[in-house]
């Protein structure tokens, strides 16, 4: 029902837990997630990230503008101190 003060990073490269407080930007409380549903690519749909609220049930994209990529799908990467 609540991460706290975690962000959990999900995707089909990985998925991840991080403290929010050490990471300015990132959202308590929120789920990070890619859509990697390739069929939907191939008809000319969007490739993108979003944010998923657990407090509010609120969704928001990560980026102001879309994303797509054909060749690349979207995927986090994570810092060395993990």
């Keep these: 029902m609540s991460l706290g003060d975690n962000a959990l990073?999900?995707?089909?490269?990985a998925s991840i837990s991080v403290d929010a407080s050490r990471f300015p930007g990132i959202k308590a409380n929120c789920?990070?997630?890619t859509d990697n549903y390739?069929?939907?690519y191939e008809q000319g749909g969007a490739?993108?990230?979003?944010?998923?609220c657990l407090k509010d049930g609120s969704k928001?994209?990560?980026y102001e503008e879309e994303s797509f990529n054909?060749?690349?799908?979207?995927?986090?990467v994570?810092?060395?101190s993990f």
């Design 70 to 76: 054909p060749i690349c799908p979207p995927l986090w």
């Design 47 to 52: 490739n993108h990230t979003g944010i998923y």
């Design 31 to 33: 789920t990070y997630y």
């Design 9 to 13: 990073f999900l995707g089909e490269n």
């Design 78 to 80: 994570s810092p060395s």
């Design 60 to 62: 928001s994209a990560c």
């Design 38 to 40: 390739w069929e939907f």
